[in-house]
């Protein structure tokens, strides 16, 4: 808690989204099967949007979907100061994994 309120303000800045237009992605069809690939992206955070690379693997299940990606991102860019104390300092580059259930309705 001390950590988020002192560098990420989430009072001010609630919100983070990455925005990746769904043309850029395709969509298996068949139960198993996985489409892969890599897309241009839209991350914000802290009011800053800046565009990315997302790597993305989606796989079809018997519900709907398994959507799984990865971004690189840097704190600094976005204006988050970068933690350090008595000599040790955080990396600015860092990476965003994510994984989400979409359900296949028609």
Not at 45 to 65: L, Q, R, S
């Amino acid at each position: 808690e001390h950590m988020k309120s002192k560098f990420l303000f989430p009072d001010k800045h609630p919100n983070v989204s990455l925005a990746v237009p769904k043309a850029s992605l395709s969509f298996p069809t068949e139960v198993g099967k996985k489409t892969s690939g890599t897309a241009d992206a839209q991350f914000s955070a802290m009011d800053v949007a800046k565009p990315t690379k997302v790597k993305w693997e989606i796989a079809k299940t018997k519900t709907g979907y398994k959507l799984t990606g990865s971004f690189a991102f840097d704190i600094s860019e976005h204006g988050v100061a970068v933690p350090s104390y008595l000599g040790v300092t955080v990396d600015s580059k860092m990476t965003a994994k994510a994984v989400f259930y979409a359900a296949d309705t028609p």
